[in-house]
Structure formats: C-alpha cells, structure tokens
C-alpha cells in the first residue's frame, strides 16, 4: 500500500538560484529496517545491524555533515543513517556523499540506511514557517522513534545532534530514545576510543575557526570547472596531474596520455614556485596555462642538500622547457598527512582559547599546514596526522585538522606508523566479524577435510613426494614442488602445488574485502602485517610439512631428455607436504653435504639412508629442470638483475647488531625458475580462456633515454653496454666484467635496475597481445599464481584459474567473472598498493640503517668509515654506493661557501676554497692544494653520519674522508668471482663486525623472537626476492620521481 503526498523542496541550482521544486513523494508502510532484531519481517537484504548491542545510534544531519569522519571509525557499531541526512549531504557536499555511499556499501562499516522519509509513520511533513534545520532534526527523531517502536523496545536508540535545544526538547518525550550531544555520546558511550575525541575536539576547533580568515587575496581565483574543461577541450589550457619535486621549488605536470599534438609537452609542464602552484597540491589534478616561451625555464640539475635552500643558479639549470601556472583544479587528491607541530617559540597566534600552528608535513611536497588546536604545548615534537580542510585565495596556508596523535618524532613506533600512513597503508587488527568467518582449528576443535572435498579432488598424499624450500623458520608456506619419474624414465612430472587460498576466502566475503583493500602483505625491516588473519595464512593455508592441505596444483608432463612439455595438468588437490626444507640445508643435500633432515631424525639408519636417497634425487632432478628452464629463458634475454637488499638483525631489545645483505644460493634459483614456470603457464591458461579478461602481469621494456647513464658510465670503463633489446642487454651486462673489480658488474647491473621499468598488472581487454610481454622475464605471458597467501593478485589469478577449469568440464559460466573494466581498475589498485608496499619497506629499511649508524660516533667509530664506489657524476659532487651497508647517496665535492674537497699527499681530504669542474666520466676539483680527480667506479672512502631533521625523516650522510679505497684490517681477497663471492665476502665482513659488536657487549649472539620473524618477514620466500630483484629491486626514489614527472 502506498500513500502519495507532496514533498517540496528548496533546492539551489548550480548558478546559486533558489528553486523550489515540488515532487510527489510515495510513502510506504514496509520500508526495511535493516536490524537483525526486526520482528515485522522487513525484507532485510544485504548488511543488518547486529542484535548483541547496547544501542543504535541515529545521527542528526549536522552531525553527519560536520562529523562523518568519527562515524567511518569502525569501531563505532550500528549506526543508522537517515535518507534526510543523507539528502543534506549529497545536496552541499558531493565528495563526502562519495564517501558516504561506500561506507554504507562496505559491510565491513556496521551502519546501514534507513529510507525514514518513505516510511509512512516516521515521515514528518514540513510545517509552515518551519526552518529546514528544525524540520531535519524532527524528521531524525521520529525515525529513531520509529525504530524504538518498530523493535518493540528491545533496543535503546540513541540519536546524537548538535544543536542543544533540540537536546533540551526532545530528550525526554520517550523512554528508550535518547537524544544527546555527540560529546556526550562519545563520553559515556566510547570513553576509551580516544581516536574519537581527538578527532571531535579537532573538528569542533575547525568549525569554530571557520568564520574569517584575512581578506587580502594571496593567490588568482581557480577558474570554474566548465571554463577550466571548455580550456582543456580547446587546447589553451593542459590538464595533468601535479608532481612536486621533493628538493625544490619546482613541480611538474604529467600530462595524461600524451594527447598533446605538441610533442614538447612529452616531458611535462614545469611549474616554478608557490604563486604559480596556484594552491595546488601535490598529486591533485590540476589545468595549467602556458607562460610565454620568454619565461619558460629549466630544471635544476645539481645535488641539493636538504630542502631549505635555494640554489637556482643559471649554471645549474637543463635547458628551457614548458612551463606554466595552474589556473584550475580538477580534483583535489588530499589524503591523510602526517605533521610534526614545532617547537613553541612564542609565534603562536593566539585567538581566544585556541592556537593556530603551522605543522610542517613529514612529506616534503606538501605545503605547511595551518591547525588550530587547544593542544599546542603538549604535542610540540610530536608527529600526528591531519586532513586539509580547504585552501582560499586569501590564505598562505591551507587549513587543516588533526586526527590522530602517532607519538613524538623519532621513536621508532612513531616513525613506522608514519612511514605506514604517509603510503596510504591501513592495516588495522581484524576485526571479530573477520575472524568469525575463519574456519577453527584448535587442539580441541582440530580442523579436518571435509570429505566432499576429498571426493572432489585429485589426491596426491600417495603418489607424490612433495616437500617445500622456504628461508629458515617460515611459517606461510604458499609453494610447495614435487618431481617423479614416469613411465620407466621416459617422462618426467613437475609439479607445483599452490596454497589453495580462494576455498577458505569467499568472493565478497569479509576476509576477501579486507585482503582485496590490503591487496598485498607488507613487509617492513623489522616487522609485516598480513594480508590474511593468521589461521589461514600460519596455519590451514600454509603447506606445512606432515599435515593434509588443501592445494591448486599444475603437474607438467615432460619428455625426459628434452623436457619438452606434453601435457599439462591444472587443477584442485590434497597434498601432505613431506619435507618442509631451508635453502641452506637442501643446498647442503646437493653438495653431498652431512646435513640433519628433521623429518628423518626417529628412523633407523637403512631406512633413513633411503629416505634421504630419495630427496636428494628429486632435488637434484628439480635442479636439473630448473637449469633448462632459465637456459631457455635466457635464450629469449631474460635479465639478471643486481638489487642491493640489506636485512637488519635484530637483538631482543630490537637493536639492530648488524646490517647482513641478502644470500643467493643456486636453490634460490631452481625454485624460483619452477614458481616462474607454473606462473607463466597459469597466465596461459587463464589468457587463452578468457582472452579479454584475465589478470596478467606485463613488464614493459624500459624507455631508451633512462638507459643513457648506464651507457656512458659503461664506456668510461671501455665496455660496451648494447640495450636494443633484453637480450642484448643481458649479454652485454655479462661482458661488462673487470677482472679487478667484480664491484663494476654489480653497479652496472644495479644501473639497469634503475632504468627499468616497472612491472604491472592489467587486463587483458586492456591491451593489444604485443604488450603482454615480459621483458625481465623473456615471456610472452606472466602472472601472478604462486603466492595467494601474501598477494591479492594471486588470489584472483586462483578464481580465474578455477573458472577456466570448470569451463572445460562444462560448469559454471563466463558472466559471473569480473568484466574487463572492474578487473583493470583491480589491476590499477593492486599496482598502487605495491608501490606503497615497496616504498614503506625501504623507507623503513633506511630507517633502521639510520637507527644503526646513530647510535655511534661517526669521529670515532670504525663502523661508520666504509669504502664507497663512485657510479654517477653531477655538477657539484657524485653519487656513491656502499656495498658493506647497501647504502647509495650523494658525496658532495663543493659546499656553499665555495669550498671543494681536496686531497692531501696521503689521500686524506680536506675542504678549501677552489673550483669545480664536471666531465663525462670525471670531476676534478682545484685549489691552491693542486688537481684532485674523481672517477667513476674509483672507490674512495666515506664517513657515515645521521641526518636527523625533526620534521622529516632521518638520513644518512655521506661525507668523503679520502679519496684512496677504505683499507679494512684484513686485506681484502682479489675477488673475481662474480657476485656470489662477493656477497659472501661482504657477508663475512658484516658478520666479523657483527661477531666485535658481541664481544665487545660481552654476549653470546642469539636469535631473539623478532629476527626470526624478521628473518621471515624480510624473505617470505626467495621467489619474492628473485621477482624484486629481476623485476624492479632498487626502488630508487630519484627515478621514480622522474617516472613520475616525465611520464603519464
Ligand atoms: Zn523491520
């Protein structure tokens, strides 16, 4: 039954006219209620509001208007939001209706929306000479009423408002519906979530403030969306997203596409200065407009120390290029910053109880933020986050509010949340309603197979011998490999066998929502938060040795003496993983080494030997496999690529003792050629059967010009680096070798790394076949399959895999999959969260090699002197690489006093007043000392210091002491080797310094509870490593700035 009646509404157009409209509004008796308590029988789909609360909260239109940032806390519970609140917010403010619309869409969000205004008995008629805010507020009342009666009282309301007399009218017209301050509310009802507090008083500060800001204007007025787009369409104005380069004034726009028909626009608008920024902050879409050619200016080339200073000096300048203002902004992308509030040096405004401060962002292309807060005194020195609230003509600054308190600056846990939210990562706990969709496996209540699955499924506990290589003490096993011969030796089976992942993790389940939003775990250096709750990802996921798991398998049918493939094998199984090895033991198994295999430990010796016969032949016969795979991929070019991984070691009290670069064993490599193998063949299958939309992974060839430094820096040493191709490439990186110094490969490959590409994933609607390749791997087709335990992607490569089996045996169907569109906006999602994920791990791996090198005096400590290796030249100094410590940073020859570094007869250094003088290969400085020259590949040595700025994050310096080579105690073995040696020479250097460091504390070294999680933490598993550093290890934060600014 429905009851029509009229609805008028005021309504303002987009010129800002009053209109009044008036809309025939139906009303209806059955409108759903949404709660699990409902005894009416509403037609309650999707997300309900639980029955085991106290309350329900209704919150009144101001407070869903000013305050929707407390109420997206999760932790806050059954909250209902009106259509009237609703309404008011979509009419005035569209981005925060956005938000609005996915927080009621999230079920993660207990909240839901009740439609009070259709809802015949809560819908209140507007009265005459009723003000709109008076009219909302009762129509918010009489939905809470509503709700009270229609749950037969079984469940108190609480409606929450800030308008005091409403409080004082209608707090006691009916038992059980209370109407209260939102400071109230979160006083009785949330003492302890102090996030919320902070948040209310922050905003309550905010909308006090709000009135009157100066009126002298300090910038040009944005031009409207319809010019800025009528501009854009017509060419006068370019629409580009906003880079700012960390160290200067500058900023860039990417331009989108490279639509521009002028090819001078390829490399970006240059954007000079604050006034020209024109209030634009950095990542925000913006319009710009070309200044006349007479004004277009060049980039700065030189080494800048810190960000303070200005050294735009001509000589320092590119050539001219585009430059131009912003006169529009598109979209604002402001996300959540991290600000440190100043020391009080009595320049706080102060305006009646409140202070206005200037936080400085953590992140140094964002402008100061301008934060009005009672709480200035006590949060000097302290890191905490604010959001940007608007940025008018009239103000300097943007305006802003806090958040959340992280603690004070340069605490190790203040300074990890900051690297966490500075890259967008959010890794609450997870939440009961999470964990309660997990299956239990308890020592009481042990997980079992369900016995449907055991009839649905290929069986292998039987039949293979499957065991797994993992780094020592990993508890996510995802990959786990078997090998037999077939057919009296004529054929061979591999196989791989895969976490099965996507049986206990639901499509649009909460587990999936909040892996999906995570998309990847994150490691830190000391630390890593998973993307799946620990019963799956530690326990009934993870392919432990000597328990049945659930897998996704693909066996290989292999001639034996080719090893060409005849058949291919996908699909579900149950495997008991019989040896659950480390790399170090089974490559000591295959050097015929004495090695104790757990497993093995309670048998008798015969029966033992036998055992052990048979492991070491199928790992054997797994290495020799392994061997012609990569031989074939390197047929086709593939890349072996240097990154310069350190791990920290940590003691109990989490001191790092040393810094240990990474190990490579050759196992690393067979197991990492079969994960390889089965990803490529998986992208296969998956591509072949849904040809527009499958979730592969491209790698695309990296741009010829970021190639230039790796080509000049190879010639100074008469080697010829040929990058036409990967595999010209890979050849001539192998040539590049110094017989003195096996040092200059390993830059020259780290050089390669840095040009390169990264690596993606899409779909494959998105792009023509040609661009599916993968040019570090030399494959036509690649994706992600091996790891669905860590990885999102993996986890929507298992649903495709699965759907394309089905396929084949005639069930299920293709409309039930992700179109190509959403899958490629899953791609683009995924790609962010990975460069978040790789950004966060190497600031904070900085952060420990800070923490590190801080503790001792630079002066006198021999841990801080190192060798260096010189592998690029700039105008004013050069940049360096220090392999003890795999750090990489800039050696400045020239200071601001115009003093160079010059070297004495000795070698040692010592700064005068001189010139500079930059050549291709070289950089001398001159003084009254005479000529000192710097070469490429020289190693020099170098003194390391911390930089510590409050406001940002920590540095480490690097200061030349003498340009002679760093002389350790022990003369250093003519190593020629290649990288292995190396590393186990650095590796061994590392460990003598670390062994001295013990001494001297007079302790015995011990694996305390966080290095082994550390150590597992840091390398899941080797394959992840391998994929870092072929496809894009060094994550160089200079190049990505560039990518960033010189690519759309
Ligand atoms: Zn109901």
Not at 901 to 906: F, L
Request: glycine share 6%.
């Amino acid at each position: 039954m429905m009851i029509k009646t009229e609805k008028v509404l005021h309504l303002k157009s987009c010129r800002g006219k009053k209109v009044r409209v008036v809309r025939e509004h139906y009303l209806r008796e059955r409108v759903p209620c949404y709660s699990s308590l409902c005894q009416a029988g509403c037609e309650n789909g999707g997300k309900v509001l639980p029955a085991e609360l106290t309350h329900y909260v209704v919150p009144d239109v101001g407070v869903v208007v000013d305050y929707q940032e407390i109420l997206e806390l999760r932790e806050l519970q059954g909250i209902i939001f009106t259509q009237t609140a609703c309404q008011a917010v979509q009419h005035s403010r569209r981005r925060q209706y956005n938000r609005l619309r996915n927080l009621l869409k999230d079920p993660r969000h207990d909240c839901v929306l009740f439609a009070n205004e259709f809802q015949e008995y809560s819908y209140c008629p507007r009265e005459k000479g009723e003000k709109q805010e008076k009219w909302h507020t009762r129509c918010v009342y009489s939905a809470a009423v509503w709700y009270h009666n229609h749950l037969a009282g079984m469940m108190d309301i609480v409606m929450i408002t800030e308008d005091q007399d409403a409080v004082a009218h209608y707090s006691c017209l009916n038992s059980g519906v209370y109407v209260i301050s939102v400071q109230d509310y979160l006083r009785d009802f949330w003492t302890v979530l102090t996030v919320a507090h902070e948040l209310y008083s922050s905003i309550s500060q905010v909308l006090q403030q709000k009135e009157s800001s100066g009126s002298q204007r300090e910038f040009t007025e944005h031009l409207p969306t319809e010019v800025l787009e009528a501009g854009i369409k017509s060419g006068r104005y370019i629409k580009g997203t906003l880079n700012v380069n960390k160290h200067h004034k500058e900023a860039y726009i990417a331009t989108d596409g490279l639509s521009n028909k002028n090819t001078d626009l390829n490399w970006g608008v240059l954007v000079y200065g604050g006034k020209n920024r024109n209030r634009a902050v950095h990542g925000d879409t913006v319009a710009v407009e070309l200044l006349p050619k007479s004004e277009w200016r060049g980039k700065l080339t030189a080494l800048v120390e810190g960000q303070e200073e200005d050294q735009s000096g001509k000589e320092n300048e590119s050539r001219p290029m585009p430059t131009g203002r912003v006169v529009g902004i598109l979209q604002r992308n402001w996300r959540d910053y991290v600000v440190t509030f100043p020391p009080s040096d009595g320049t706080y405004s102060q305006s009646r109880n409140s202070q206005r401060i200037l936080a400085v962002p953590w992140d140094r292309r964002i402008p100061k933020i301008r934060i009005s807060t009672q709480q200035a005194d006590s949060l000097q020195d302290h890191r905490v986050v604010v959001r940007i609230d608007s940025w008018e003509s009239t103000s300097l600054y943007p305006n802003g509010h806090s958040v959340r308190v992280l603690g004070r600056a340069g605490e190790l846990e203040t300074e990890v949340q900051t690297i966490l939210l500075e890259n967008c990562i959010h890794v609450p706990p997870f939440s009961d309603a999470q964990l309660r969709e997990m299956p239990i496996n308890s020592p009481e209540n042990p997980w079992k197979m369900d016995p449907a699955q055991v009839a649905k499924r290929r069986d292998l506990r039987e039949s293979h011998l499957v065991f797994s290589i993992d780094p020592l003490g990993c508890e996510d096993v995802d990959d786990t490999l078997s090998v037999r011969s077939l057919d009296g030796g004529k054929l061979l089976e591999l196989g791989v066998h895969i976490a099965d992942v996507t049986h206990f993790v639901k499509e649009g389940s909460l587990t999936d929502l909040e892996a999906h939003s995570r998309a990847t775990t994150y490691y830190l250096a000391d630390r890593r938060y998973d993307m799946l709750p620990a019963v799956l990802s530690a326990d009934l996921c993870s392919l432990l040795g000597g328990v049945d798991r659930y897998a996704m398998s693909v066996l290989w049918e292999l001639d034996a003496h080719s090893l060409a493939v005849n058949k291919v094998w996908y699909g579900r199984t149950i495997i008991r993983s019989s040896y659950q090895l480390h790399y170090e033991l089974a490559q000591a198994l295959l050097h015929g080494e004495q090695a104790e295999v757990q497993e093995l430990s309670n048998l008798r010796s015969e029966e033992k030997d036998a055992k052990l016969h048979e492991l070491t032949q199928a790992l054997e016969m797994l290495t020799h496999v392994a061997r012609h795979l990569r031989a074939q991929r390197d047929k086709g070019g593939a890349l072996e690529l240097e990154g310069v991984e350190v791990r920290a070691q940590l003691d109990e009290e989490k001191n790092i003792t040393a810094l240990v670069p990474r190990q490579p064993l050759e196992v690393h490599e067979t197991v990492a050629e079969c994960m390889i193998y089965a990803n490529h063949w998986v992208a296969r299958k998956i591509q072949e059967t849904f040809p527009h939309q499958a979730l592969l992974r491209r790698h695309p060839p990296p741009r010829r010009e970021f190639f230039t430094q790796l080509v000049e820096s190879a010639e100074a040493r008469g080697f010829t680096i040929d990058v036409r191709t990967n595999k010209t490439l890979a050849e001539s990186l192998d040539k590049a070798v110094d017989p003195q110094d096996p040092l200059v490969n390993r830059m020259l490959r780290m050089m390669a790394t840095v040009a390169m590409s990264q690596a993606l994933y899409f779909s494959t609607g998105q792009e023509s076949q040609d661009q599916y390749y993968h040019y570090g791997l030399a494959l036509d087709r690649y994706t992600h399959f091996t790891s669905p335990i860590r990885r999102y992607a993996d986890i929507v490569v298992h649903r495709l895999l699965t759907a394309a089996i089905d396929l084949d045996q005639g069930l299920g169907n293709v409309k039930a999959l992700a179109s190509n569109k959403e899958l490629e906006e899953l791609a683009q999602h995924i790609n962010n969260k990975n460069r978040a994920a790789q950004q966060a791990q190497k600031l904070s791996t900085t952060l420990f090699q800070c923490l590190y090198f801080k503790e001792r005096d630079p002066q006198t400590d021999q841990h801080c002197v190192a060798d260096a290796v010189i592998y690029s030249i700039r105008n004013n100094g050069m940049l360096v690489f220090v392999p003890e410590y795999g750090v990489k940073g800039p050696v400045y020859l020239k200071n601001r006093d115009d003093q160079v570094v010059c070297a004495r007869e000795d070698g040692s250094c010592e700064w005068l007043s001189g010139s500079i003088q930059q050549y291709a290969d070289h950089i001398t400085t001159t003084s009254s000392r005479g000529t000192s020259t710097f070469r490429l590949f020289h190693h020099i040595t170098v003194r390391i210091s911390v930089h510590s700025p409050l406001f940002h994050s920590d540095s480490l310096n690097l200061e030349i002491i003498n340009i002679r080579p760093h002389l350790t105690a022990e003369p250093r073995q003519p190593c020629s080797q290649g990288r292995s040696q190396l590393v186990q020479e650095v590796m061994r250097l590392a460990e003598e310094a670390h062994k001295q460091a013990q001494e001297k504390a007079g302790r015995q070294p011990k694996q305390s509870k966080e290095e082994k999680q550390f150590g597992q933490s840091k390398t899941p598993n080797l394959y992840s490593l391998m994929e870092e550093v072929r496809e894009l290890a060094l994550l160089d934060l200079e190049t990505v700035t560039r990518v960033c600014a010189t690519t759309a």
